[in-house]
């Protein structure tokens, strides 16, 4: 049985060559992301939020929710893949760098579909479940503040439908979560996560050993 394979950066301009297929408008804002502080570090690699696209499509997902904003990438990627009078809820801490990708939402003309919440993303998540009740969304990606994974996996879990999609990103976390001297509040976050989903009977669960770790977990009915 082959083992994994060992992702140089020759294979991987090979996978992309042969399977990513962006396109002017996301290939601009992913350069201008990637000037900005921190940019290359914080947004998702092209491969994974056109990944994040086909799970839209796959689970035929109307309602998507999405923690962590950012510039908007992975955004724009998902709601793409919306269909007609679907709506993508994205919440971030401000409105600075989601305004960075909202012209290009704009330009893709996919604007209307997309529903920024700028805030806290607890009380944002507290106000959903509020509001629009629970077991609302197909699917909810939660890419933001690492050390409040927990808190907003079990906000995600309520929020999602049975049969949805919780995907998380980072959950290798840059290979910190298997070093037993990493004790940082995010580390330690995103190791008991990882942890809780191993032994969470609510729902089926794969971590995917892509990018810096994407876990997808279903919820069971």
């Given amino acids: 049985m082959a083992d994994q394979t060992a992702l140089s950066p020759v294979l991987l301009d090979y996978a992309r060559e042969v399977s990513l297929r962006d396109d002017d408008l996301l290939r601009e804002l992913h350069e201008l992301t990637a000037r900005l502080p921190a940019g ?3 947004q998702i690699m092209p ?33 793409r893949a919306l269909p007609s ?47 629009e009740g629970e077991g609302v969304f ?26 949805g999609l919780v995907a998380i990103d980072n959950t290798l976390f840059f290979g910190r979560v298997a070093d037993p001297e990493c004790d940082d509040p995010d580390t330690v976050a995103v190791r008991r996560l990882n942890e809780r989903l191993r032994d969470d009977e609510r729902v089926d669960i794969s971590l995917l050993t892509v990018a810096d770790g994407v876990t997808l977990a279903r919820k069971r009915g």
């Fill in 40 to 42: 290359s570090a914080m």
């Fill in 138 to 163: 197909d699917l909810v990606f939660i890419d933001a503040d690492k050390a409040g994974y927990p808190h907003y996996y079990e906000e995600a879990l309520a929020l999602v439908r049975p049969g």
């Fill in 85 to 131: 009078g679907g709506r993508i809820v994205t919440c971030d801490i401000n409105d600075r760098w989601p305004g960075v990708g909202a012209p290009f939402w704009r330009r893709a003309g996919v604007e209307d579909r997309i529903d920024l919440r700028v805030g806290d993303a607890g009380k944002t998540l507290a106000e959903l479940r509020e509001h």
């Fill in 47 to 79: 491969e994974e939020a056109q990944f994040l696209a086909l799970l839209v499509r796959l689970i035929g997902a109307g309602q998507v929710l999405e923690i962590g904003t950012f510039t908007g990438y992975s955004t724009l990627c998902m709601a």
